[in-house]
């Protein structure tokens, strides 16, 4: 049996007084105060250009013609679950205006994430450098700023690194400032970033302690003697406790922690889901009988056990938990979310009655544990190591290091992740567990026995760091790493291979299904109900006293390096809009009935529909849901889907295309079951207009009104420019002596169905397609190039667009058959795709269909691109 007792919220300290304000054009100068922490929003005003900058650093740089953005941004911007994305540099660049500051005045920025291997410069002077995509990180910018004008430059690389963890994963990996930035004054005598730690010892429902550890830094010139107190504040605002002030002195440059404990406090609220009360610690650091730095950490009582044989428990009540896998990229943002979309995710799983969420498979931004601490999900943070299955794609690797070179430099790697994982996240009392990895099975079989030993080192790491939590394996279902951890977490069919595995455990995956919205009302057990010991025909009997939990696979639609179908077994899709899959759960799980599905019927008008009616802050941290719905004459919405167009008529307002954004059936910006949605931004605070169009259809027309931040002015305020979508292709190579072949050249398939014979396939006339008998299994299709040929590419067109995987192979010289490339059924979706295939050389290629239900099972076209090699 494992016992912790913890918790704990948010490390970054917050300022009293709250958060700043986001600066913009009319008011250039950042008002920085002269003693105390303040915290200013740093998203706004910041220009960026995809590609590399020579000396992009330098503070003469004219970067009038790059674009203008606001953070959190993406270099993928828009982005719409394609299966493909831009690997390379951006650069970010933004004016920061100052006053003098005084000497024992410290400034640095203190990034959220940055995707993935990051370089900041102050005044062409690099201050700073991170690699690791998921895990925030600051920058003391002091000694390179000046009065008056600074140019901050940030130079963002997100190409995929043999050293850099995660060095596989099903989903994309797209780089830029994809979270929030702040800007971050204090005194020389400070509490560095995430410099605090709170836990709850000797915790009962009748008493519990507060002790506290606090990182004390003097970056001044001088020893200075610093008070530090502390008071527990409960959540009606009165105070439960004073601890003992600690004394120090510090040397000059020193970094010290300073520990204090609190007398018992009678009766503390429990932290729950059902009841998530928080507390804060207040802590002033005093030097001389003044305030230098003031903090809040808010965090919670509650304390868990995870057993082997009677399951988990939460404040001393048995509970078996319910969850839902959750990726952070949601429609148009990709990755680069607002927390009030953050807060839109963590509802929309609570409201269906579930009580635990899997941060797959990465830190998440650090405001979706506020989140679930606030709204009271349980929550598990995972690390970024990370398998798949193979992809021809860089992130489709080993999950370890096939070269011995770079495997101490991505342990460290990994290490370093985890580290900042658990520093940044230590003190949410929604965090039961921290997750080490995920089905790091899929690595080369040599490189098995060193995931092993990682995985055990991680485990010793994260005891180190946090004794208050256990360690999960997570997707231990192969690999025999199952009880390297405390816990193990099994994905899929490990629900049914490891029953009362003698160890802590809970489905960490469960469920396959693929579908589009509505989908079916169904819930989706796959193999759940084979769990040894459960009855298949009663719903709940795998739910035995030795398993913990199930989490569901997954909560919403993502993008994915393997295409859409796999990135589309989510309850909810990419846009936010519920499959009925959702509501089935919602039901069961919440009593809340289904709503009415939409009818068949005649359109006549358009609804929008808000998730809130304002946004509250214009500097990137909130955003609202724009829902447009198809309806008839009595307002009921129908399945019908038209093309429908939402643009900002007036006011402030971004969609992640510019000013407007046109939804259409069967594309990535979709509108299905007479629905469409995404999510609208602000920079200035105003009423934004926003009007929905279709071709004989009744507009709609909503108003949002953004509250706090500049005023817009028609006119004189900036707007944001077009984006239009276009899912991004990757270069292809040009190799000299290539030269394309297959037109006109013999054929053979294994069947053909009447008057689709092979010659088709390659007769120049993508209108005519090659198509296999209705019993053919093979599905196969053979061009004889008449020659030896290297191949380096494939282009093939398919009879319609659709979810068509296929395998192509070339025969060598010796007659054996080599892949040259492969795409999964659901990987890519467009009807012509012009792939890079492995260097193989042979004469015979042969293509393996494999159709979806539904679609044409056929090839209209084959090209193969090559270089002759002599016989």
Known sequence: MFRWISLGLLVLALAAPERAAAQNDADPLARISHSGRQIINFNADWRFKRGEV????????DDSSWERVGLPHSFSLPYFRAPNFYTGDGWYRKVLT???LSAERRLSLEFEGAFQDAQVFVNGIEVGRHRGGYTGFPVDITKAVRPGRNVIAVRVNNDWQATLAPRAGEHVFSGGLYRDVWLVATDAVHVPWTGTRITTPELSAASGK????TEVRNAGDVSTNVTVRTRIIDDHGKMVAALP???????????????QSSQPITRPSLWSPESPTRYRAVTSLMVDGKDRDRFETPFGFRWFEWTADRGFFLNGKHRYFKGANVHQDQAGWGDAVTNGAIDRDVRMIKDAGFDFIRGSHYPHDPHFAETTDKLGVLFLSEAPFWGTASFKHPWGASAYPTDPADRAAFDASVKQQLVEMIRINRNHPSIVIWGMDNEVFFTTKETLPEVRRLLKEMVVLSHELDPTRPAAIDGAQRGEIDKLGDVAGYNGDGASLFPNPGIPNFVAEYGVTMTDRPGDYAPGWDDLPNTPGADKNKEGSWRLPWRSGEVIWTGYDHGSIAGKRFGGMGMIDYFRLPKRQYHWYRNRYAGVAPPAWAVVGTPAALR???SAPTIARADGTDDVQIIVSVVDAQGRRVTSSPSVRLAIEAGPGELPTGRAINFSPDTDIVIRDGQAAIAMRSWQSGVTKLRATSAGLKDAVATVRTLAGPAFEPGKS????????????????????DTVFGVNNPTFASSSAPNHSSKMVNDGDPGTYWSPAADDAVKGVTIDMERFVEVHRISLTFPQAGPYGFVA???????????????????????????ETDAHEGRNVRIRLRAPTGAISGLSEIQITGAIRAD
């Open 54 to 61: 020579p000396e992009g650093e330098e503070i003469d740089l």
């Open 608 to 610: 929008i529909t808000t």
């Open 210 to 213: 507060v002790a506290t550890e």
């Open 245 to 259: 002030d600690g004394q120090v002195k510090l040397a000059l440059g020193a970094t010290v922690v300073v520990k």
């Open 809 to 835: 192979e070339i025969q060598d010289r010796q007659g054996s058959w080599q892949k040259l490339v492969e795409q999964i059924e659901g990987q890519e979706t467009s009807q012509t795709r012009t792939v």
């Open 98 to 100: 100052l006053a003098p």
């Open 718 to 737: 900036f707007i944001v420019a077009d984006r239009p979508y276009t899912p991004f292709a990757p270069p292809l190579k040009d190799r000299p002596g």
